[in-house]
């Protein structure tokens, strides 16, 4: 890093990236695997991945986060909390340890605390590392974007290799139409299919974004529920309960016990340590991508 420059930050959604890298090779029904057998299609996907981003935006520092299981306080909350998620496929349950061997043999940290999703501890430490460092937050899910500022930017990893959206506050509302916080009250009254909470019961994406757009957020909303149609208003105040806790389980935590420095995270490989395992893993040819920021 060039002195008196400004880190930047790449915060890393690992299962996102696992699980694009693995859908992209099975769906063709191929499944790279080593001579012993061991299935490794969505960590040679992932470290393609991986290497693209840290190349088109050459952060300074990286660092991968993790989910640490199905359990965690969302779950505690609202039992269904993503229940609707099939099991991983047999052949991607082995990646999910060995995707972070090759992580740590490339001197990147893996991140993840028990009890919450690595969305938390990516916006714990968006927020923590904020104020020092420009930081970048890789990933393919949309509820990231409520972490947008000034100082944090949210990449969408889009179909295609090395297709990227970048967020800024400016690119979110030209697109969005809505602020950063108000990701969170959208999903409060429409819900996530995907996440399996339901918000408000017949009101989609349109009519919150039209009362989020008029009212700004749930509490204007709530305010002015003699002003809504009738039938917003009822489906509304019949599901009250729900929206409040939609809302809450759509917001990413961000004060998560995580210890980590941000010197943890600056970017420097040990090439002879990362062309070891990859060589076990028998992805030598990889090994050219990590040339510009290895040390020997």
Not at 202 to 225: D, P, R, S
Request: hydrophobic share 40%; net charge negative; glycine share 8%.
């Amino acid at each position: 890093m060039t002195p008196n420059k400004q880190p930047s930050l790449m915060l890393v959604d690992g299962m996102a990236l696992l699980f694009r890298a693995y859908y992209a090779t099975a769906a063709s029904g191929y499944i790279r695997r080593t001579k012993s057998g061991v299935p490794t299609n969505a960590v040679y996907g992932f470290l393609r991945y991986l290497w693209d981003a840290i190349d088109t935006f050459k952060p300074t520092h990286v660092a991968c986060c993790w989910d640490m299981g199905s359990k965690t306080f969302r779950t505690e909350h609202f039992a269904a909390y993503k229940g609707n998620r099939m099991e991983a496929p047999d052949d991607l349950i082995p990646q999910f340890s060995l995707v972070r061997e090759v992580t740590e043999c490339l001197g990147i940290p893996n991140l993840g605390v028990e009890g919450y999703e690595a969305d938390d501890c990516i916006g714990t430490l968006a927020r923590r590392f904020g104020a020092q460092s420009q930081v970048m937050v890789l990933t393919g899910d949309h509820d990231m974007l409520q972490l947008v500022n000034e100082s944090t930017s949210v990449i969408i990893m889009k179909k295609g290799h090395g297709n990227y959206m970048v967020y800024s506050p400016e690119t979110l509302y030209a697109e969005k139409g809505l602020l950063p916080h108000q990701i969170v009250d959208m999903k409060g009254l429409m819900g996530d299919t995907s996440d399996n909470y339901p918000g408000v019961r017949g009101i989609g994406e349109k009519t919150a974004l039209k009362l989020i757009q008029q009212y700004q957020t749930v509490e204007g909303i709530l305010a002015n529920l003699d002003s809504l149609a009738k039938g917003v208003r009822t489906k509304i105040e019949s599901d009250l309960d729900m929206l409040h806790l939609s809302r809450s389980l759509a917001e990413i935590y961000c004060e998560v016990p995580l210890e980590c420095e941000l010197d943890l995270c600056l970017l420097e490989i040990d090439h002879s340590r990362a062309l070891a395992k990859l060589e076990e893993l028998e992805m030598k040819s990889l090994a050219h991508m990590f040339g510009e920021a290895t040390v020997s």
